[in-house]
C-alpha cells in the first residue's frame, strides 16, 4: 500500500483538517484507494472512525487482511471504531415514524461528533471514513440537507485541524441519481478527488479499471510539480495492486 500511498501522494501532505473523496463508478473497485489511507494513517498512528452506510465491517475487514492489516484486532485495541447508522435507526422502528429526516441525520452527526471528540480529547489523530453518504436519501433526505450536512462533517475536521475526512461515494451509470449529483458537489469542496473508472473498452485481462487523481490544493501541486489532473490504469490481483502510465509498460506502483 506504501506505493500506492506514494502514487495519490497522500504519503507527502498533511492532510489534517482536508476532506478526501473517493468516487467509485459501477462495476470498478476502489478498496485499494481506501486501504492505502488507512494503511498510510496506521503508520502515523492514527486512529480511525468508520461510519458504515453502506458496506460491513466484515467487509472492511476483509479487505485489510488483503492488505496487510487487521481491522478486527485494531478495533479490540481501540484504534478503530464503528458507527452503522442503518442499524441505529432501524433498532427501534418506531424511531423512524417519530422522527423528521433531519433530526434523524442530526443525531447521526452528533454520535460521529462524540466519537470524534472522544478520540482528539485523547491528544490523538483520526481519520473519519464515511461510506456512502448517499444514503441519507434512504433517510429522507433531499439534496439541499445533504448537502448541509457534508459542511457540518467538513465544518468538524477544519474546526479541530487534526483529523481527516474520507468519503466514499459509489455512483451509476444515471448522471441524474441522487449519488451522482451529490458526489458532483462534493468533487469541488473536497481537497483531494480520486475516481475510478470501469474501462471504455470493457472487460481486460490486462487492466482492471481507470483511477483519476486531482489535487484541489493549489500549494500543494506547485510544492511536488504535480498536474491538476493525473490518470493511470490500475490492475488487480488477490493481494496486489499494479498502477500504470495510460499508453505505456511504465509501471508506478
Known amino acids: 500500500m506504501d506505493s500506492v500511498s506514494n502514487v495519490l501522494g497522500i504519503d507527502k501532505v498533511n492532510m489534517d483538517g482536508k476532506l478526501i473523496c473517493i468516487e467509485e463508478q459501477h462495476d470498478t473497485n476502489a478498496n485499494f484507494v481506501l486501504s492505502s489511507i488507512i494503511s498510510n494513517a496506521l503508520k502515523r498512528n492514527y486512529k480511525i472512525c468508520f461510519v458504515l452506510f453502506h458496506n460491513t465491517m466484515n467487509h472492511y475487514h476483509n479487505m485489510g487482511m488483503k492488505f496487510g492489516y487487521n481491522l478486527t484486532l485494531l478495533k479490540e485495541k481501540g484504534k478503530v471504531t464503528v458507527i452503522e447508522p442503518m442499524k441505529i435507526v ?65 465544518s468538524l475536521i477544519e474546526c479541530y485541524n487534526v483529523s481527516q475526512l474520507c468519503v466514499v461515494m459509489h455512483t451509476y451509470k444515471d448522471e441524474n441519481s441522487f449519488s451522482n449529483v451529490l458526489t458532483h458537489g462534493l468533487k469541488y469542496i473536497a481537497h483531494l478527488f480520486i475516481k475510478t473508472e470501469p474501462l471504455e473498452t470493457g472487460y481486460s485481462s490486462d487492466a482492471s479499471g481507470n483511477i483519476t487523481i486531482n489535487w484541489k490544493m493549489d500549494d500543494v501541486r506547485i510544492k511536488y510539480n504535480w498536474p491538476e489532473v493525473m490518470k493511470y490504469i490500475y490492475k488487480l490481483s488477490d493481494r496486489q495492486v499494479q498502477i500504470y502510465t495510460p499508453g505505456t509498460s511504465a509501471l508506478l506502483a
Request: proline content about 0%; overall charge negative.
Open 90 to 154: 432501524a433498532f427501534n422502528m418506531e424511531y423512524i415514524y417519530e422522527q423528521t429526516a433531519n433530526s434523524i441525520v442530526h443525531d447521526i452527526f452528533v454520535i460521529i461528533k462524540t466519537e470524534h471528540d472522544k478520540i482528539i480529547q485523547s491528544n490523538e489523530h483520526v481519520v473519519i471514513i464515511i461510506d456512502d453518504l448517499s444514503h441519507i436519501y434512504n433517510f429522507g433526505c433531499n439534496l439541499k440537507e445533504s448537502t448541509y450536512y457534508i459542511r457540518y462533517l467538513r
